[in-house]
C-alpha cells in the first residue's frame, strides 16, 4: 500500500509500505477515505517533536471503511464506515473510565504524560497514522463509531480532531453568559474554538492571528472582531485597550509552541530548539486574561517550555485549563450540532491533496501559501 512517511525534518514522500495486520483480537483495519494534515502535524514535520522516528507515517485525523476486523470485535464489521478519533484508548482504565480517554494509561508504554495516537511519534505510543491508504486501528470496539447516514465525509474527518478539540478549548474556558474571550490563533482549532464560544453564551469574541487571509475567516465564518498581531508595536496592550483595560474573561490559546510574535523566543524555541518551543502565545495568554479570568490552553507545548509568566498567572488568580481533547466525549453535542446546522466543519476545507502530493500538501501548509487553512488528504486506494 501507499502512505505518506517521514524522512526526517522537513522531508516527507509517499513510498511503498506493508499492509497494516490484525495484532490483537480487538483490531481493526480501515481503508482510508480522507485524512487531514493538522497544525499538530507541522509540529513533527517541522523536527519538533521528540522521538519521531523515521519510517513513521503521520495522520490522526482519518475516516474510511472497515475492511477487516479481529476475531473480538462486536461493534465493527467489513464495510462500515467509520470515523475514527485521533486518541488511541482503551476505554477502561482508571482514566478512560473518567472520560479523560485523551489521557488513557494503556495505549502508551513510552510517557505517562500523554496518552495514546495515531501517527504521532512514539511518544504517543508509535502508531502508524491514517495519511496512508489502510491503517490498523486498536481497541476497535472502543473508539470508531459509525458515520450517520446524513453526515457528508468532509465534515466527519474534521469531526475527528479540529472541531472537537475548538469545541473543547471553549469548553475548557468555563464561558459565562456575555464573556469576552480571545482566541489566539485563526487555525482551523481556534476558528472552532471561535465559533464554539458564541455557542456557550460568549458576548464577544475576538480572534488574534498576523495572517490576513485567516483573520477574514474568523469574520466571516465565526463572526469574530479581529486583530492582525504584526500591525501592534504591542498586542497585549492593544488587547487590554479593546477590554476596558480588564483583560478577557476567558483566552483560548489555539496557537502552541511554534507561535510567532517574538523574534527572540522563536529563534531559541523554534529553530535553535534550546528550549521546548515558543511560549510567546502562551504568554500573551496570561497577561491578556482578566484577573481571575480563566485560560484554556490548546496549543501543543514541548516537555519543557521555559520563560513562561508563571508568576503573573499566580498572581492574577488565573484558572489555566488544559489537554489533548478527548475527542469522543464531545461527539453527541457536535452532532448535534452539525445536524442542525450551527457548526458547518467543511467551509474551512480549503485543499483537497491527492495521497501521491502529501509532500507538496505539507509544505503548502507549513509556509501558508495559497490561502490554505485546512487540507484534506484523499489516499488513492481502491
Ligand atoms: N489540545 C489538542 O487536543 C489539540 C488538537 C489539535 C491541535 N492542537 C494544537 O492546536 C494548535 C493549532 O492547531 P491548528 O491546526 O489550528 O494549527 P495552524 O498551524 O493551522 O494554526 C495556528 C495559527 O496560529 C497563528 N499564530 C502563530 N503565532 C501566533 C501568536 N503569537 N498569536 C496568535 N496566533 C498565532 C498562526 O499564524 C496560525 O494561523 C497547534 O499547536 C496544534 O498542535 C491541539
Ligand atoms: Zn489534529
Ligand atoms: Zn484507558
Not at 481503508?31 to 499538530?40: D, E, F, H, P, T
Not at 457528508?152 to 469531526?159: H, M, N, P, R
Not at 491527492?354 to 488528504?377: C, M, R, T, W
Request: glycine share 12%.
Amino acid at each position: 500500500m501507499h502512505a505518506m512517511v517521514y524522512r526526517g525534518p522537513y522531508k516527507i514522500r509517499v513510498e511503498e509500505k506493508d499492509m497494516p495486520s490484525i495484532e490483537h483480537p480487538n483490531d481493526a483495519i480501515v481503508r482510508v477515505a480522507l485524512a487531514a494534515i493538522c497544525g499538530s502535524d507541522l509540529h513533527l514535520y517541522h523536527g519538533l517533536i521528540p522521538d519521531t522516528r523515521v519510517g513513521t507515517t503521520f495522520g490522526h485525523e482519518f475516516i474510511g471503511v472497515v475492511e477487516e476486523v479481529g476475531p473480538s470485535v462486536q461493534n465493527l464489521k467489513k464495510g462500515d464506515r467509520v470515523m475514527v478519533p485521533f486518541n488511541v484508548y482503551c476505554g477502561s482504565c482508571y482514566f478512560c473510565a473518567r472520560g479523560l480517554y485523551s489521557n488513557c494509561h494503556n495505549v502508551n508504554p513510552n510517557a505517562t504524560a500523554v496518552g495514546g495516537a495515531y501517527g504521532y511519534s512514539h511518544t504517543a505510543g508509535g502508531y502508524d497514522g491514517g495519511q496512508s491508504e489502510f491503517v490498523r486501528v486498536p481497541f476497535a470496539d472502543v473508539g470508531p463509531t459509525l458515520i450517520p447516514e446524513w453526515m457528508d465525509d468532509e465534515d466527519a474527518v474534521l469531526l475527528t480532531d479540529a472541531l472537537p478539540t475548538g469545541y473543547f478549548g471553549a469548553q475548557l474556558g468555563d464561558i459565562e453568559e456575555g464573556d469576552t474571550v480571545i482566541v489566539l490563533g485563526a487555525g482551523p482549532v481556534g476558528l472552532f474554538a471561535a465559533a464554539s464560544s458564541w455557542l456557550m453564551g460568549a458576548g464577544r469574541v475576538i480572534v488574534v492571528d498576523h495572517l490576513d487571509y485567516r483573520l477574514a475567516k474568523a469574520r466571516e465564518f465565526a463572526h469574530a472582531e479581529t486583530y492582525n498581531f504584526a500591525e501592534y508595536p504591542d498586542i497585549v496592550l492593544e488587547l487590554k485597550k479593546a477590554t476596558d483595560y480588564l483583560g478577557a474573561d476567558v483566552v483560548i490559546d489555539a496557537a502552541g509552541a511554534e507561535a510567532d510574535g517574538s523574534f527572540l523566543q522563536h529563534v531559541t524555541g523554534v529553530k535553535l530548539k534550546l528550549q521546548g518551543g515558543s511560549p510567546i502565545a502562551l504568554n500573551w495568554a496570561l497577561d491578556t486574561a482578566r484577573k481571575g479570568g480563566t485560560v484554556s490552553v490548546l496549543g501543543a507545548y514541548g516537555p519543557a517550555p521555559s520563560g513562561i509568566k508563571f508568576g503573573d498567572a499566580m498572581n492574577k488568580g488565573l484558572t489555566i485549563r488544559t489537554n489533548q481533547c478527548p475527542v469522543k466525549r464531545q461527539w453527541p453535542r457536535l452532532f448535534e450540532h452539525v445536524r442542525n446546522g450551527y457548526l458547518k466543519p467543511s467551509e474551512l476545507v480549503t485543499h483537497r491533496i491527492p495521497l501521491e502530493h502529501i509532500a507538496e500538501g505539507y509544505h503548502i501548509f507549513s509556509s501558508k501559501l495559497d490561502g490554505i487553512i485546512k487540507p484534506i488528504v484523499v489516499p488513492q486506494a481502491s
